[in-house]
């Protein structure tokens, strides 16, 4: 089992829409619905801020969106805003293990 | 308030066995459907899951570490102890606990972490 692909870095004003993807296969992400996305500021424990493919746990903004089409899901913050600035991971668990990805950078410019 | 916290040494040698301890208020790991789970990040690297214990004493370990890890908990006492046995200077890392929910089968709350530096 590898870790999932992210992309290194993403970048985006303050307003606009960033969209981090998540690609695995369908042994994972394709096929559980236990996908998770956590926010890490530096020096900082991760933060989950979306559950089971597109939940928000409570206390989560509403500009984290999530997604999932096939092996791949998706992270969207909209109105991005400079505490967005942090490094995004996601998570697939699929029962027998659990499998992060490599992780994305978010940088707002 | 669900809280936990790592603890454990903060340098290790090569070869020997680490042990780190959690411990966790605001909920009981007996109570069915949670569990808690290990995860490392090596310096300026991604996030590693480890293992997993849950409520019913099921454990779930890394395919690629599960040789030289062990997961236990002490429901009495709150705890959940991870061992990792022949440590190498690639295993330096901060070692973080979190409380895993099977409803989210996600990791919801997360300890500050502890960093395990492996130098001789």
């Known amino acids: 089992q590898s870790a999932l692909t992210q992309p290194a870095s993403v970048s985006g004003s303050p307003g606009q829409s960033i969209t981090i993807s998540c690609t695995g296969t369908s042994s994972d992400i394709g096929g559980y619905n236990y996908v998770s996305w956590y926010q890490q500021h530096p020096g900082k424990a991760p933060k989950l801020i979306i559950c089971e493919v597109s939940n928000r746990p409570s206390g989560v903004s509403k500009r984290f969106s999530g997604s999932k089409a096939g092996n791949t899901a998706s992270l969207t913050i909209s109105g991005l805003q400079a505490e967005d600035e942090a490094e995004y991971y996601c998570s697939s668990y699929i029962a027998t293990s659990t499998l992060f990805g490599t992780g994305t950078k978010v940088t707002v410019l | 308030q669900i809280t936990l916290k790592e603890s454990g040494p903060t340098l290790v040698k090569p070869t020997q066995t680490l042990t780190l301890t959690c411990t966790f208020s605001?909920?009981?790991?007996?109570?069915?459907?949670?569990?808690v789970g290990w995860i490392r990040q090596p310096p300026g690297k991604a996030l590693e899951w480890l293992a997993l214990i849950y409520w019913d004493d099921d454990k779930r370990y890394s395919p690629s570490l599960k040789n030289r890890l062990s997961i236990t908990k002490d429901t009495s006492r709150n705890q959940v102890v991870l061992t990792m046995t022949n440590m190498d200077p690639v295993d330096t890392a901060t070692y973080y606990c979190a409380h895993w929910g099977e409803s989210r089968g996600a990791f919801a709350i997360w300890g500050q972490g502890t960093l395990v530096t492996v130098s001789s």
């Open positions: 605001g909920f009981s790991l007996s109570t069915s459907g949670l569990g």
